[in-house]
């Protein structure tokens, strides 16, 4: 067995969860975003006030303005580069 097989094998599995948490805040933004989408469509047949929608959709932007989301996109980012240098 290679030597660097074992370390390079976590670090891949490192960097696997860290894309597993990102995608976890995206696949969250997709779906409020699509629940914003139906409200939206729901709003313009009924010729209804849109104004919680706008609201929404602000709260997801400002998620990924945080700094969560930037942690966890830096930690995706080398946890990656660690994995490829191992």
Request: proline share 2%; charged share 30%; with cysteine.
């Amino acid at each position: 067995m290679h030597r660097n097989c074992p370390r390079q094998a976590i670090a891949t599995r490192e960097a696997h969860e860290a894309l597993l948490e990102l995608k976890k805040l995206v696949d969250e933004a997709a779906k409020e975003t699509h629940e914003a989408e139906l409200e939206s469509f729901s709003a313009a047949i009924t010729q209804s006030e849109c104004t919680g929608i706008r609201l929404m959709l602000q709260n997801i932007g400002e998620r990924f303005k945080s700094p969560t989301f930037d942690a966890v996109l830096a930690s995706v980012r080398e946890k990656l580069q660690t994995a490829v240098s191992a």
